[in-house]
């Protein structure tokens, strides 16, 4: 079985070899070629078509919390993606991280395409909820969607500091889960609607009923794009019982990610099963904004683009409590290479209703191939 060298030079086959090499003999391919996205791989055999991918982000954190370390340096995400087309039908995605020194599955799923308006997928995937947790991790717009200060822990229930994505991943209304999802798109329109375990990525469930998430979406133009969300709960009530929890948002989003205004709002409130007084789940809100504008840079053999971006996020974790809730507010800067390979500062701000205020400087590279 030979492999088969298509448009690579020399330098690049050296960069590959070794894990191109074991990734074909494994599946049987005949093929090593580049792939029509720049940078993607494609490992090819008689009966299926891989595409494999890949990100490495190397993060430095400086927190201005008292007792805590000043400054960490972590490799935040170490993942290798294998994206798998058996045929017009059957396709799937295996996604394994080996970021801050833990092996764990990402997504990991096989989908049915019966039709662009149907399509089925089973295994671990993102639930259906929110815009910035639907977004990859290769796109976001700020470093992390949490925002977190290192040594705050002041969100009742999810613990952190208290911010969009801290309340709708803790809360498990988005991120990652195991079950079935049903999607699909009709011209400007598209659904998602899934049934999981509930318990999120790489966990057994803890009990016989699901939870249930869904999302509508409609683009009436080109750059424009509207979501609404809902989201059921299934969670342990500490008394041998089960509990249902319920939450619901929506956002919108102008741009895109190549160049120009950017910019994605969005809302969320329900239930806050993390935060039982007494016995009964408090109801929290969020809302969280984020603008950014990428300009191009020409003439320069480096540096591609620049942009300048800006967050605001507020969220209170209990509504019938006082002095609970707190803003996160993250201006930055990323400068990009090439596609999404980048460098990026964010500054989060942590100002809480009670105490004091606190900080986090992050600084992260990105490597996508």
């Avoid at 949490?146 to 002041?154: H, P, Y």
């Avoid at 984020?290 to 320069?300: D, E, M, R, S, W």
Wanted: charged share 20%; net charge neutral; hydrophobic share 35%.
């Amino acid at each position: 079985m030979g492999l088969q060298r298509k448009s690579l030079g020399e330098s690049s086959m050296n960069g590959y070899t070794r894990w191109r090499t074991m990734a074909a003999l494994m599946l049987g391919a005949v093929s090593v070629g580049v792939g029509p996205a720049a940078g993607q791989v494609q490992v090819k055999s008689r009966a299926m078509e891989i595409t494999l991918t890949g990100r490495v982000h190397a993060q430095s954190d400086h927190t201005s919390v008292a007792g805590e370390r000043s400054i960490d340096f972590l490799m935040r995400r170490v993942r290798f993606t294998a994206d798998v087309k058996v045929n017009d039908l059957v396709s799937g995605r295996i996604q394994p991280d080996y970021g801050e020194g833990k092996l764990a599955l990402k997504d990991a799923y096989v989908r049915l395409n019966f039709s662009p308006y149907v399509r089925a997928t089973v295994g671990q995937f993102k639930r259906p909820f929110d815009l910035f947790e639907l977004t990859s991790s290769t796109e976001i717009l700020v470093i992390e969607r949490a925002g977190g200060v290192r040594g705050i822990d002041a969100c009742a229930g999810p613990g952190g500091t208290c911010s969009f994505s801290r309340l709708t991943e803790k809360l498990q209304y988005s991120d990652r889960d195991i079950g079935l999802e049903v999607s699909g798109t009709a011209g400007p329109f598209g659904y998602a609607a899934s049934v999981t375990n509930g318990t999120g990525a790489n966990v057994s469930d803890e009990n016989g009923p699901k939870s249930y998430s869904g999302r509508l979406t409609v683009s009436p133009l080109t750059g424009l794009r509207f979501g609404a969300n809902v989201a059921l709960h299934d969670y342990l009530n500490g008394g041998g019982g089960t509990e249902t929890a319920a939450a619901f948002g929506g956002d919108v989003e102008y741009g895109n990610y190549s160049q120009g205004l950017h910019a994605q709002v969005g809302f969320a409130a329900g239930d806050n099963w993390r935060n039982l007084a007494p016995g009964e789940p408090s109801t929290f809100v969020t809302t969280q904004g984020i603008l950014t504008h990428k300009i191009p840079v020409a003439g320069n053999p480096f540096v591609s683009a620049v942009e300048p971006v800006g967050r605001v996020s507020y969220a209170d974790p209990n509504t019938d409590a006082g002095g609970d809730h707190g803003w996160l507010f993250t201006p930055g800067i990323v400068v990009y290479f090439t596609g999404r390979n980048k460098i990026a500062a964010n500054l989060d701000v942590w100002s809480p209703a009670t105490g004091a205020t606190e900080y986090s400087v992050k600084l992260q590279t990105y490597l996508h191939f």
